[in-house]
């Protein structure tokens, strides 16, 4: 059964600061990885998909890494903004299962601090 | 362009109750899924949809029904509610599996 943990579980940083999440898989044979923001009282919002054959992809000041052999990817935050405060999420999808469904992590809850 | 749309935002129900969730997509995507969150638990798979007539169990399939009559809709029932069932239930559709799934804003239901 894959299982996605995702580590720190809180971080809390000053506005500026570059900050990396990590997120770690056991089952090697994923289809995909999404990261999510969920801020408070509201749905999640696709962030970065990365597709297994791809090492990464970037989104303005977000960029995410996938290293599928080694069951681990990481979101680089550059020059944190206290709007980036929210919780994120990574997921992964195959790995024994259905390509469409999601396992989850349960997520890095993320301070930005003025 | 409304995206996911779940109602209601809000329930509160009766042990033994039950009721529908209801979710609708605009984006004519084939799947669909819905999700329960629980403190410390993270996000779980209920049941999913790959296309109209097609539905499967996810990881904690037990208590709900799904059916998919139509590819805009995907209604979650509870047969028999159980406080054990309190929750925030979020639904989300994508095209195709490399795409990224969009997620309504969820609905906060609770079981007395």
């Known amino acids: ?114 | 362009n409304a995206g996911v749309t779940q109602t209601p935002k809000f329930q509160v129900l009766k042990t033994g109750q039950s009721m529908t969730l209801q979710c609708a997509q605009d984006m004519n995507h084939e799947y669909m899924s819905w999700y329960r969150q629980d403190p410390g638990m993270g996000l779980r798979l209920i049941h999913y949809s790959v296309g109209a007539g097609i539905t499967d169990q996810g990881e904690v399939p037990n208590g709900y029904n799904v059916s998919r009559s139509t590819t805009e809709d995907f209604p979650l029932r509870l047969l028999s509610a159980a406080p054990s069932q309190t929750s925030v239930y979020f639904c989300a559709s994508s095209r195709v599996t490399n795409q990224p799934q969009h997620f309504g804003d969820g609905t906060r239901l609770s079981i007395l």
């Open chain 1, 1 to 114: 059964k894959q299982e996605v943990t995702q580590i720190p579980a809180a971080l809390s940083v000053p506005e500026g600061e570059n900050l990396v999440l990590n997120c770690s898989f056991t089952d090697s044979a994923i289809y995909n990885l999404q990261w999510f923001r969920q801020d408070p009282g509201k749905g999640l919002t696709s962030l970065l998909l990365i597709q297994s054959s791809q090492r990464e992809q970037t989104s303005g000041r977000l960029n995410a890494s996938l290293d599928k052999s080694s069951g681990r990817s990481t979101l680089y935050i550059a020059a944190s903004q206290p709007g980036d405060s929210a919780t994120y999420l990574c997921a992964v999808s195959g790995g024994g299962g259905s390509n469409y469904k999601l396992t989850f992590g349960k997520g890095t809850l993320l301070t930005v601090n003025p």
